[in-house]
């Protein structure tokens, strides 16, 4: 049997590997469906990626990182100030006032879900992920607002993250 040669022929889709900091880390741009039941970890396995170790070691003087490595981050939901969305974005200004040697260029914002941008108002020259959160029972006119980031926000450079813990 002869051995299939396998080309890439979408060399403008392929982004730098300067993004993922971790092996198990998704590739930019992605689009990232979580699901699991009430309280099963979803949104700390979101924040693992988003904060990996680095916030633990800025504290300790060591460098860490985060497994994505984003440069925008915005929260889209219900629940936007809960203590563990507090506590991303107040990392997310540790890293972008730290010092010079582990600052990072990124920046954090929270929306309501009423409050959804066009995709197309982001800039394709920075990474840009995008959590929706507890939005999957949300009305249809949400829904239709959010399948444009899974269909085409890849073009913007955008990642979709949606946890998802209702079974239908």
Not at 21 to 36: D, E, V
Request: charged share 25%; aromatic share 10%; net charge positive.
């Amino acid at each position: 049997m002869r051995r299939m040669e396998y080309y890439i022929y979408h060399l403008d889709e392929i982004k730098s590997m300067k993004n993922i900091n971790h092996p198990a880390s998704p590739a930019f741009p992605f689009r990232l469906l979580i699901c699991g039941g009430s309280d099963s970890g979803k949104t700390n396995m979101i924040l693992n990626l988003l904060l990996g170790n680095k916030i633990q070691r800025l504290h300790k003087k060591r460098k860490g990182e985060r497994y994505v490595k984003n440069d925008d981050l915005v929260l889209i939901g219900k629940h936007i100030h809960e203590p563990k969305w507090r506590l991303v974005k107040k990392c997310y200004k540790i890293f972008a006032n730290a010092p010079e040697a582990t600052r990072e260029n990124v920046t954090f914002q929270a929306l309501k879900a009423n409050a959804i941008p066009d995709v197309t108002k982001f800039s394709s020259d920075r990474n840009t992920v995008v959590v929706f959160e507890d939005l999957c029972a949300e009305s249809k006119k949400i829904q239709d607002q959010i399948v444009p980031y899974f269909i085409s926000g890849r073009h913007q450079g955008i990642s979709s993250i949606y946890p998802m813990s209702r079974e239908w």
